[in-house]
């Protein structure tokens, strides 16, 4: 059963935004820390950002300054906003919930997953 749903990719140019989206059930959306991993071929998964119940974030060293993420409690929805994109930036992300933070054993729910391509 998907319990979160992803929207948002697709292929744009370097320099372009991209703004991701995930909207999880009420009970997972409030009892968790969300986030964004991503996968590129031939490379580790890894945290992109996340953001806590109470706001506080947390973004790799790769798209500090060009990333931003947010949520809206109203919506239970969580954001990716993706500036500056750079090739390195193709993967498939996915958004994920987790207890406490963002270690991978700590995150239980999982989105199916959206392509994001950036390419000239």
């Known amino acids: 059963q998907v319990q979160l749903v992803e929207s948002g990719g697709g292929l744009v140019q370097p320099g372009g935004s991209l703004r991701l989206s995930c909207a999880a059930s009420?009970?997972?959306?409030?009892?968790?820390?969300m986030g964004w991993y991503r996968q590129a071929p031939g490379k580790q998964r890894e945290l992109v950002a996340g953001i806590t119940s109470g706001g506080t974030t947390n973004y790799a060293d790769s798209v500090k300054g060009r990333f931003t993420i947010s949520r809206d409690n109203a919506k239970n929805t969580v954001y990716l906003q993706m500036n500056s994109l750079k090739p390195e930036d193709t993967a498939v992300y996915r958004c994920?919930?987790?207890?406490?933070?963002?270690?991978?054993?700590?995150?239980?729910?999982w989105g199916q997953g959206t392509q994001v391509t950036v390419s000239s």
């Open positions: 009420g009970s997972i959306f409030s009892n968790n820390a």
């Open positions: 994920t919930a987790c207890r406490v933070a963002w270690r991978l054993e700590w995150c239980n729910y």
